[in-house]
């Protein structure tokens, strides 16, 4: 069976896992013209643990509004359940705006694939506090703002920031070289991604290849995270990492490991755009 993007919808689901869930999620969808054409789920123990499902479905035949479809589902399962649920559908492409500081590579993926149609989305804007990267960024037709950062500056400087991502539904630092306040992360919850250059909690700070390097590592590696107010510290989407020898100098390293970092965030930024990702506590639950 094909299936559109046009009439693809997507539920995520958090609940206390008991039986009879399954049934009543999928029952409800058919009674409703609904036709299931994905279904993940997980349980973090066999019995008393949480549930979490993703499932994509079909929408030409429902009987019901978007509208009318939430507020049903609520009443007649979410309730009885005691669901912490989210209702999308696809053909509602998520806004989305980049932070960038000098450094291109996790950018340049990341608009390569958008341009392309790897990114289900749209890239309203990239907002940077350096000129350096504004005829790559409008290459590709996408607005190119400046926000200077200072030590002096930075409330200020915030508010502009703030000011250009409204309207957006999620913002991704691309190596964005700043670290933003507990005020600014609390407006956007799990809607703020990072790439970090290290394999978390490896090598936290300025310069991490140099670490690497002479700590004699056998892997480097990148680490996509949600952003909260503990710097660092937010749920984890993805990881990867590449082996690496003796052999290899600094220069090289950090080559390695600017080609993960690209990957990494990419495939992050993507789970998130399909609403592959449920946030539990500290945790993540990514379904492929």
């Given amino acids: 069976m094909t299936t559109s993007v046009n009439t693809t919808a997507r539920l995520l689901i958090t609940c ?3 039986s009879g869930i399954v049934s009543a999620v999928s029952n409800f969808l058919y009674n409703h013209g609904a036709n299931i054409t994905a279904l993940d789920q997980h349980s973090t123990a066999p019995e008393g643990g949480t549930y979490f499902m993703r499932l994509e479905f079909q929408t030409p035949h429902l009987d019901l509004s978007r509208q009318v479809l939430a507020q049903t589902f609520a009443d007649a399962v979410g309730k009885r359940y005691q669901m912490d649920w989210h209702l ?14 000098k450094y291109d ?4 993926e990341l608009l390569w694939r958008w341009s392309r149609g790897g990114l289900p989305c749209d890239i309203t804007a990239v907002i940077s ?18 926000v200077k950062v200072s030590k002096d500056n930075k409330v200020e400087a915030e508010a502009q920031v703030q000011a250009l991502l409204q309207g957006n539904d999620l913002v991704v630092l691309a190596r964005y070289m700043q ?3 507990a005020d600014f992360v609390h407006q956007w919850p799990h809607k703020i991604i990072n790439i970090h250059h290290s394999f ?8 991490p290849y140099q670490q690497a390097y002479d700590k004699g590592v056998k892997l480097i590696g990148a680490t996509a995270h949600y952003v909260t107010a503990d710097l660092d510290q937010g749920p984890i989407i993805e990881q990867a990492v590449e082996r690496v020898s003796h052999g290899d100098d600094v220069e090289t390293l950090r080559e390695l490991g600017e080609d993960v970092e690209r990957n990494v965030l990419a495939r992050a930024v993507r789970w998130h755009l399909e609403d ?10 990514v379904f492929s």
């Fill in 105 to 108: 590579h996790a950018l340049l």
């Fill in 16 to 18: 206390p896992d008991k």
């Fill in 200 to 207: 978390l909690p490896a090598f936290v700070g300025a310069n």
């Fill in 179 to 181: 670290i933003l306040s």
């Fill in 129 to 146: 506090n350096h000129e350096d990267l504004r005829e790559a960024v409008e290459g590709f037709k996408v607005p190119f703002h400046v």
């Fill in 276 to 285: 592959r990702v449920i946030v539990h506590g500290n945790k993540t639950i």
């Fill in 88 to 101: 999308s559908y696809a053909s509602d492409r998520k806004k989305v705006a980049v932070l960038v500081s």
